[in-house]
């Protein structure tokens, strides 16, 4: 019940479309979604993240989409560039869980073509 | 966001011998984390530091293997024991603030063991 499935593993895009990844979870407690970049040879940087009071959160040409019922978020690129192109993971955890840990997805390797 | 800094950043050792990374975060966090990176793979828990107690270990994760320290709300220490070349992998350091679930990684220690 702690898994984080993400898809899809890979993700090809041209230059100025749009990527978009999705996460799907099953612990109806967690209430806290961050979304980690990685470069390689870097570790992650933490991307946008949503709590479930809300459904979209827009951040430059980044979007978090949240459907509470079907347990399911995705991050949408818009205008992608070739900047962006890295590994994306997803993560979900419990706020006031003891410890709050992360669950994380397993990752989108995204390339983008120019 | 928090400034956190690892040493060594790379290291090839010896089957047998033990390696001790650092994490220094530039102020004063509750929640320290360590985490695995396998090649290619998602993020992995070893454990969550605890300034001035034992640290919580994940499970498939002993104290034995990855004794870890963390003398104050700054700095905590991941030894890796006895490594084999199945230790090989990017040991990451992550940091929370009190009051904040927003969490931040450090640049990585990529560890070849031969």
């Known amino acids: 019940q702690q898994q984080v499935k993400q898809s899809p593993q890979s993700l090809i895009v041209q230059k100025g479309g749009i990527s978009i990844i999705n996460c799907a979870y099953e612990n109806t407690a967690f209430d806290y979604f961050p979304w980690y970049q990685q470069f390689p040879g870097k570790g992650p940087a933490l991307l946008i993240a949503i709590r479930p009071d809300v459904s979209e959160k827009k951040e430059g040409r980044f979007t978090i989409s949240f459907n509470k019922s079907a347990k399911q978020f995705s991050l949408h690129i818009m205008d992608s560039q070739p900047g962006d192109s890295a590994t994306y993971f997803c993560a979900a955890s419990h706020i006031k869980a003891a410890g709050n840990k992360l669950t994380f997805g397993g990752g989108t390797r995204v390339l983008v073509k120019p | 966001s928090a400034v956190i800094s690892q040493k060594p950043s790379r290291d090839i050792c010896q089957r047998g011998t033990s390696l001790t990374i650092q994490c220094q975060v530039d102020?004063?966090?509750?929640?320290m984390f360590w985490y695995r990176q396998q090649p290619g793979q998602s993020l992995t828990l070893i454990a969550t530091?605890?300034?001035?107690?034992?640290?919580?270990?994940e499970s498939g994760f002993v104290i034995d293997k990855f004794p870890i320290s963390r003398p104050n709300l700054t700095f905590s220490t991941l030894t890796v024991s006895n490594m084999s070349p199945e230790d090989s992998s990017i040991y990451l350091c992550s940091v929370r603030r009190g009051g904040n679930y927003e969490q931040y990684f450090g640049p990585g220690t990529r560890l070849t063991v031969t």
């Open positions: 530091a605890n300034q001035g107690s034992e640290a919580t270990y």
């Open positions: 102020s004063q966090v509750t929640m």
